[in-house]
C-alpha cells in the first residue's frame, strides 16, 4: 500500500505513472482540469481533497467517541456473559410466547439475543472506531507482484506499524481493554456449551438386568411369555428381554435385548459358543457392535445374522464373528442354560459391553 501523496514526483516509480493521484496535494486546478480533459477525456480525476472529521480537530469529542466504543465494546462482553448465565439459569423446556413467532423456547431465543446483542456490539463498536478515531485518509493501492522486493516488504511492516500507531490502540488503553475483554469471553459459549456433549456414560453399559437374579428368565419379546428351550424350533430365530423389568425403562430394555436361534449342534464351529449355549439354542446381544442398531436380519441357509444400518454381518455359528461391514467386534454372547421347568434362563450378565466397541473401551 502506497500513499503517493506522501512521495514528491522526483520520487515516484516511473511504474506508477498509470495509477490514480491524490488530490490532496498539488491538485489541478480548474484550468488544468479543463486543459487535462480536453487531452484524455478518460483521465483519472483523483481522489478528493482530505476534509477532517470533528473527532480529528476536537478533543472532547475524540474522547467521547472513545467511550461511545468502550461502551459497545463493554455491552457486548455483558450480553456474552448474559449467554452463559441464560444456559444455566433457564431450564430447557420453558417456552415463551412472542407476538408472530408464537412459542418459542425461552433458551433458544435468549441464546439467540444475548449472541447476537453480543456479537452486534463488537461490530458496532469497530466500525464506530474506525469511522471516528481512526486515520481516514484516503490512499491509491499499488498493485504487486505476489512477492513484494525486500524494501517494499519492510514498507509494509512499518506501514503496518504505523496504522497500528494511526488507530490510537496503543495510547488508548481504555479500547484496548475493552476490546480484549470483549474478544476474551466471546470464547466463552464454545467452552459451555461443551457440556451438552455428556454426561458420561460412565459404567452403564457394563451391567444389564441379566446380573440380577429375579430376571433372569428369558421372556418373549412379541408375547411376553417365558420360552421353553423345547418351542425353539431349528432355523427359527426369537427375540426376548430379562422377566419383570419396566418395559417402559427403555435404556434397560434396550441394553439387555437378546435374540436367539436354535442350531443344529453340529453346526457350531465355536466351542465358547456351543458351551454358552443350551442344545444348540443360542443367545446373542441384539445390539450392533457398529453404532448401535439393533440387528435382525436372519439367512438360515448361511446362518449369518445382518444389521440393516450398515450391513455388518455376523456369523451365528462362529461365536458372532463380523464377516462383512463396519463392525468391529463380535456380538456378544449371553450364557444361557433351563431350569427346572424347561425354561431358558440367563446365567449371569454379558460377559463385556453390549453395543458399540467405544463402550468397551470406557
Ligand atoms: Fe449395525 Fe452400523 S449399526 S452396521
Redesign the pocket.
Known amino acids: 500500500m502506497t500513499d503517493e501523496r506522501e512521495m514528491t514526483p522526483d520520487q515516484q516509480d516511473p511504474q506508477q505513472d498509470h495509477l490514480p493521484q491524490s488530490a490532496g496535494h498539488g491538485a489541478p486546478g480548474p484550468t488544468q482540469d479543463l486543459a487535462h480533459a480536453e487531452a484524455d477525456p478518460f483521465a483519472d480525476p483523483g481522489l478528493p481533497a482530505h476534509q477532517p472529521r470533528r473527532t480529528d480537530i476536537d478533543e472532547r469529542a475524540a474522547r467521547r467517541a472513545e467511550r461511545q466504543v468502550a461502551s459497545l465494546f463493554t455491552i457486548s462482553a455483558l450480553a456474552t456473559v448474559a449467554f452463559c448465565v441464560a444456559y444455566f439459569a433457564i431450564p430447557k423446556e420453558d417456552a415463551l410466547t412472542l407476538p408472530l413467532f408464537g412459542d418459542v423456547n425461552a433458551q433458544t431465543f435468549a441464546f439467540g439475543v444475548t449472541l447476537g446483542a453480543a456479537l452486534f456490539c463488537l461490530g458496532a463498536g469497530a466500525i464506530h472506531w474506525a469511522r471516528t478515531l481512526m486515520t481516514d485518509e484516503e490512499i491509491a493501492e499499488e498493485r504487486h507482484p505476489l512477492r513484494s522486493p525486500e524494501p517494499d516488504r519492510q514498507a509494509a511492516i512499518a506501514r503496518f506499524e504505523q496504522g497500528v500507531e494511526e488507530s490510537g490502540i496503543a495510547r488508548r488503553p481504555l479500547i484496548r481493554r475493552s476490546l480484549l475483554g470483549a474478544l476474551g469471553v466471546l470464547a466463552l459459549p464454545a467452552v459451555v456449551v461443551l457440556r451438552d456433549l455428556g454426561p458420561l456414560p460412565e459404567k452403564k453399559l457394563r451391567r444389564t438386568a441379566w446380573a440380577d437374579e429375579e430376571h433372569r428368565q428369558l421372556v418373549n419379546h412379541n408375547t411376553g411369555e417365558p420360552i421353553k428351550a423345547e418351542d425353539v424350533t431349528v432355523g427359527s430365530m426369537l427375540f426376548a428381554h430379562p422377566k419383570g423389568i419396566d418395559p417402559d425403562d427403555l435404556d434397560e430394555m434396550a441394553k439387555s435385548a437378546v435374540l436367539l436361534v436354535r442350531l443344529e449342534p453340529d453346526d457350531i464351529k465355536n466351542q465358547r459358543e456351543k458351551d454358552w449355549g443350551h442344545e444348540g439354542i443360542v443367545c446373542f446381544s441384539k445390539i450392533?457392535t457398529?453404532?448401535?442398531?439393533p440387528?435382525g436380519l436372519y439367512e438360515q441357509t448361511t446362518h449369518h445374522l445382518l444389521?440393516p444400518?450398515?450391513?455388518?454381518t455376523f456369523d451365528m455359528t462362529d461365536g458372532g464373528k463380523v464377516v462383512f461391514?463396519?463392525?468391529a467386534r463380535s456380538l456378544p454372547q449371553l450364557a444361557i442354560t433351563v431350569d427346572t421347568d424347561g425354561y431358558l434362563t440367563a446365567r449371569g450378565d454379558f460377559a463385556e459391553p453390549v453395543g458399540p466397541s467405544f463402550w468397551e473401551r470406557g
Request: net charge neutral.
Open positions: 450392533c457398529h453404532v448401535g442398531c440387528v444389521c444400518c450398515h450391513q455388518s461391514g463396519p463392525a
